[in-house]
């Protein structure tokens, strides 16, 4: 089935240390985005990619880092630089044309030991 | 600046007890609405876009209704397996993003 594979579900970063929050689509969609979502908070947009080689900063980007090299797959970097990584991820993609709702995958969990 | 407000934050029914929870939106130029489910520690799933005022959406309890400046989530003799956060979350003319509002925590009891 397709769809929009996150990994690893539960992941915990050291103090100092960067992560990677892995995200694969086989949805066939140009656009994918990263997410943040803190309770009470709602999503907020982290980075976003139209096109392969090509990505924008979203509302809240300083701490993090992201790759476009494959249509397929938007690996989010969490950095050091990155003072309060606690909370969830969600990647999404969409189709290219606007108006085409994202669709999500089931998040990825960071804590910090 | 575009805004999406969700009210209210939480919602107590009773099975049955029909209701319904509103977005409220202000953007320039609508491209869609979307309405999203999310169940805790899952990711949003997509439920209906809406696209233009006087527009509605249906599926099984679920209808989605739209004007210029608001969309009406009804909810029709709820059970409890409707239990769950529902958002908003709009696209505005000439963005590639979509702004999400908070979310509103529906609790369904038996």
């Known amino acids: 089935d397709g769809g929009i594979t996150q990994s690893p579900k539960y992941l915990f970063r050291k103090e100092g240390q960067n992560v990677t929050l892995s995200c694969e689509q086989n949805l066939n969609h140009d656009a994918m985005y990263w997410y943040r979502q803190d309770p009470g908070q709602g999503l907020r947009l982290i980075y976003y990619?139209?096109?392969?080689?090509?990505?924008q900063k979203g509302d809240i980007a300083e701490g993090y880092s992201v790759s476009r090299e494959k249509k397929e797959s938007f690996p989010l970097t969490v950095t050091s630089a990155q003072k309060n990584p606690t909370a969830f991820y969600l990647c999404?993609?969409?189709?290219?044309?606007?108006?085409?709702?994202?669709?999500f995958g089931d998040g990825t969990r960071l804590s910090i030991l | 600046e575009d805004q999406v407000t969700q009210s209210p934050e939480a919602l107590r029914l009773q099975e049955g007890e029909s209701s319904s929870l509103n977005c409220s939106y202000t953007v320039s130029g609508l491209r869609g609405l979307f309405w999203y489910r999310q169940d805790p520690g899952k990711g949003p799933e997509f439920l209906f876009t809406?696209?233009?005022a006087g527009e509605e959406k249906e599926k099984e309890r679920l209808k989605a209704t739209l004007t210029k400046k608001e969309s009406f989530l009804h909810i029709t003799a709820p059970k409890p397996e409707d239990s769950a956060t529902y958002l908003c979350a709009v696209q505005a003319g000439g963005e590639d993003k979509i702004i999400f509002g908070k979310g509103t925590r529906l609790h369904i009891l038996p």
């Open positions: 990619s139209q096109i392969v080689n090509d990505f």
């Open positions: 809406l696209y233009s």
């Open positions: 999404a993609s969409a189709g290219r044309d606007r108006g085409q709702p994202q669709h």
